[in-house]
Nanobody, 115 residues
């Protein structure tokens, strides 16, 4: 069974930073594109950032310049460094591993940006 284990969410003030982590097995990490999505209450799940096995990245426009996705191949872990957080970044953040039509999801971690 594929597992994506997320950590790092929490409550932060506007302008603050958080780093999310997502660990999985080597068999998944070595061939799947890894990504982070988020879902705010009453909204659809949306892509935040993705990273390929070769390290190529893509970002949603609303996080460009503030968030950074990275991967540690030795730890089979993908990270999302979130800086300059805004209240509108409040959502449940999900880790995703995808290839072709196959996708796996983590359980989600809550990020709340509030003063």
């Amino acid at each position: 069974q594929v597992q994506l284990v997320e950590s790092g969410g929490g409550l932060v003030q506007p302008g603050g930073s958080l780093r999310l982590s997502c660990a999985t097995s080597r068999s998944i990490f070595s061939i799947y594109v890894m990504g982070w999505y988020r879902q705010a209450p009453g909204k659809q799940r949306e892509l935040v950032a993705g990273i390929t096995t070769g390290g190529s990245t893509n970002y949603a426009d609303f996080v460009k310049g503030r968030f950074t996705i990275s991967r540690d191949n030795a730890k089979n872990t993908v990270y999302l460094q979130m800086n300059s957080l805004k209240p509108e970044d409040t959502a449940v953040y999900y880790c995703n591993a995808g290839i072709g039509t196959r996708a796996y999801w983590g359980q989600g971690t809550q990020v709340t940006v509030s003063s």
